[in-house]
């Protein structure tokens, strides 16, 4: 769709994406006087195809909203805040950041975000920050959620960054395992997925939830297993697969390594017992196992409410052997690996001794990246060796991480704590300077989560509007600041006479050839590659799209990679003007662009193992398997509710929205409540409740819920903001959360296993 102008009413129409979860589907848009006028799905868009939920039809409020950033910011002695210029700003930063790394090294530095749903392109120059503080803390909300899954693909399929995907709109037989499509997407165009899965006689949908959720009511089978059992029933149901025969054994020999050790533990799983403990019918759970194992395509779902509860790794290990001993990967509607265009993850393995650790935690990362829940210990336990400075950039730890007391203690005892973002958020409150961004809309950005497979996709969004006030993109927040610390100088000259004198021609390579040249007659910039080329290319794109020229090598490098890929997808011409060419349709595909068509027999050369077979056993999940057999069941006398904290509901979303009004509907984030406890509690819909937990307490309100276990109940996320500085409005969740409350080998919060307590406010 290209651009169309309304010269009589001022109305223009676009195209754009989403950016509230990692879907980001494309979005047609009408714009007039720099607002939303209305917003729809984008037809043209490769892959949502015209598929818009509720929520992206209010992203007003995330553009025009009375907590936009206006002005660089620094924090005054009585914690007022005043205007300064950029020069001012970034010269202070850069002398407190030179100070703090040279006196006390780059353990001292950590960098915090960098990303946010669809707002990637500002973290390849955010990072850039950490190699001039000679820091590796990297900490980021992946670290939070999916660093467990990371670590058993590790494993698996020889690197972390082996990432997988599923086939949910194919497959006949799909488990869903602690994840609710309806509201947390996540599938393609999940609604209407949903809707023909439920209508086709031939398909077989199983949703284990504790609650009864949006998507449990579309199911065949729902089993309502009690919090924190998931690790027991899919042990139990592997067994039951293994025990009975119905593992491929076929494929097993062909792409396996490890499979009689799996097969022996599993052989001696107490079948019985552990269904017993998911408090779940038997004959249910014997009729998922024969089902799951005798389909033709059968596929798992998995979401946060795997990942955010107890055994997080194991449970990330244990859905993966489900499709693995079944067969039920490498084919259409099954599971599979994918492609990255942009590489989002690194392989970080804490077995070679090159990744180092953490000052106080001795933790590793795993991807690149460090668990959010140990950065306030690093920052106030850690003696000498501890983070003194902090940059957060496109993120809110104050309201997304684990225990916001301890977040607040820490932050404030920091020496220089720097905000780029483009709200006045709970934590920009506490920054010693706070630098304001562009928009999402207001910037060349582009959509980082593109796993799909067999066919990938691109998304680079163009600006739709002009810049809110005296704002800056991150790429040259990023590089003013590298400049100003005198990492990397100024000017670039032989670079920019090089790329002026570029031409359809020439296609850049000879700038690329310049370029490689210059980087290695000077390895020290290596690091700083994407402001060097935002710099000097960056100066001859179109339509002031500098920041995106890092993209250039990136597609060089994915069309030498997946030549035959590119081919399929429609590219032509040879390895390297392949990459060239995809570069020019990124660069002009306004509703993005396939980049990529693979055979489903080319995920087995996406397994970074030389032999390209899996590895099916893991000795850290043996053990972890054994200990789970031992494990005693909890004490809930003191605490007798579970807590879901951070439900996916129709009217919360990440923490870009900020005014409340957005919301049609749940305006106070209740908390949800089985009619049988809330009756034992004596309140009714609309009373009030105090829920504590050991670490803290929230007044919420009560909405009854007959789709809850008993003894379970649900807050969502998302609220909590203090909206133009007033009050919080709903729940703010990370007050209940503690940061100790994790798994202890990844450092993952079990926040949704959230033990509390409820009393009534009369």
């Known amino acids: 769709m290209t651009k169309i102008q309304d010269t009589q009413s001022n109305v223009r129409s676009d195209v754009t994406a989403c950016i509230l979860c990692s879907r980001n589907c494309g979005l047609a848009v009408e714009i007039q006087d720099n607002h939303f006028k209305k917003i729809k799905g984008d037809d043209q868009h490769p892959f949502s195809q015209g598929y818009i939920c509720q929520k992206a039809a209010r992203l007003e409020y995330y553009q025009n909203h009375d907590d936009r950033l206006t002005h660089p910011l620094k924090r005054q002695a ?54 001039a503080m000679k820091s590796f803390y990297s900490y980021n909300s992946l670290a939070q959620e999916k660093t467990g899954d990371f670590w058993v693909n590790g494993r698996l399929f020889g690197r972390q960054d082996c990432h997988t995907t599923e086939d949910v709109e194919y497959a006949d037989y799909i488990l869903f395992i602690g994840t609710n499509p309806f509201q947390a997407h ?9 809707k023909h899965i439920k209508k086709d006689p031939n398909r077989t949908m199983v949703v284990f939830d504790p609650r009864v959720s949006e998507t449990a009511k579309q199911a065949d089978i ?230 799909e497979f067999p066919k990938n996709g691109f998304h680079l969004r163009h600006p739709l509007f002009k810049p809110n006030g005296n704002t800056l993109t991150e790429a040259e927040i990023y590089t003013r600041l590298l400049e100003e ?42 690091p700083y590659a994407a402001s060097i080329i935002y710099r000097t290319l960056g100066k001859t794109l179109p339509d002031n799209a500098a920041a995106a020229a890092f993209l250039f090598p990136l597609a060089l ?13 429609g590219f032509v011409g ?31 050369s996406l397994i970074a193992y030389k032999d390209q077979k899996i590895r099916l ?23 007798p509710f579970i807590l879901f904290a951070g439900e996916r509901r129709s009217y919360n979303a990440n923490q870009i929205y900020r005014d409340p009004a957005w919301r049609k509907i749940d305006p106070h984030g209740s908390l949800h409540i089985h009619p049988e406890d809330a009756q034992h509690l004596k309140v009714i819909n609309g009373d009030k409740l105090r829920c504590i937990s050991k670490n803290g307490e929230l007044e919420v309100v009560v909405e009854l819920d007959s789709g809850m276990r008993k003894g379970v109940i649900s807050l969502p996320h998302g609220y909590g903001m203090q909206f133009k500085g007033g009050e919080s409005i709903g729940p703010r969740l990370n007050l209940l959360t503690s940061s100790d409350h994790c798994e202890p080998f990844t450092k993952t919060p079990y926040l949704k296993h959230v033990p509390v307590r409820l009393e009534k406010i009369i």
């Open 78 to 131: 009585n914690g007022s805040y005043t205007e300064i210029s950029w020069d001012q700003a970034l010269k202070e930063i850069a002398a407190k950041l030179i100070h703090i790394r040279d006196t006390y090294g780059g353990t001292a530095f950590a960098s915090v975000g960098g990303g946010g749903q669809g707002n990637h392109l500002g973290g390849a120059y955010s990072q850039q920050l950490l190699a």
């Open 186 to 194: 996540g599938i393609p165009n999940a609604r209407d997925t949903l």
């Open 222 to 451: 729902h089993l309502q297993l009690k919090p924190g059992t998931d690790a027991f029933l899919m042990s139990a149901i592997i067994s039951i697969i293994i025990r009975e025969n119905l593992h491929d054994q076929q494929f097993i020999d062909q792409h396996t390594y490890g499979f009689e050790q799996v097969k022996q533990v599993f052989l001696a799983v107490p079948v019985e017992d552990y269904i017993s403990r998911s408090d779940v019918d038997s004959e249910l759970v014997y009729q998922v196992a024969r089902g799951f194992a005798n389909a033709q395509r059968g596929c798992v779902r998995i979401d946060l409410g795997l990942q955010h509860t107890l055994h997080t790794t194991l449970n990330g290990y244990l859905e993966k052997l489900l499709y693995l001993v079944t067969g039920n990967f490498g084919r259409q509607g099954v599971n599979n690996l994918h492609t990255f265009f942009v590489p989002l993850l690194s392989d970080t393995d804490e077995r070679k001794p090159k990744y180092r650790r953490t000052m106080y935690h001795n933790m590793f990362p795993i991807s690149g990246i460090f668990p959010p829940n140990i950065l306030p210990d690093e920052i106030l336990k850690a003696g000498e060796k501890r983070i003194r400075a902090v940059f957060v950039s496109s993120s809110n730890p104050l309201m997304t991480y684990a225990d916001t007391p301890a977040y607040t203690k820490s932050f404030e005892s920091l020496e220089l704590l720097v905000v780029v973002d483009v709200a006045m958020t709970e934590t920009a409150r506490l920054a010693h300077y706070i630098l304001p961004a562009h928009s999402q809309f207001e910037k060349w950005e582009f959509t980082g989560f593109n796993l």
């Open 485 to 526: 610390m005198r990492v990397i100088p100024k000017k670039f000259l032989l670079l920019e006479k090089v790329a002026l004198l570029e031409s359809p021609k020439t296609r850049r390579l000879g700038y690329m050839a310049a370029f490689s040249g210059f980087l290695a007659k000077n390895k020290k910039l290596i």
């Open 557 to 569: 490098k994915f069309a030498a990679k997946h030549t035959k890929a590119l081919r399929r997808a």
């Open 574 to 604: 040879n390895k390297i003007t392949l990459g060239c060419d995809l570069f020019e349709h990124i660069l002009s595909s306004r509703s993005g662009t396939v980049v990529s068509k693979h055979l489903y027999s080319d995920v087995w």
């Open 617 to 639: 056993a893991i000795p850290e999940m043996f053990v972890a398997l054994a200990d789970l057999r031992n494990e005693q069941k909890i004490d809930q006398s003191e605490y």
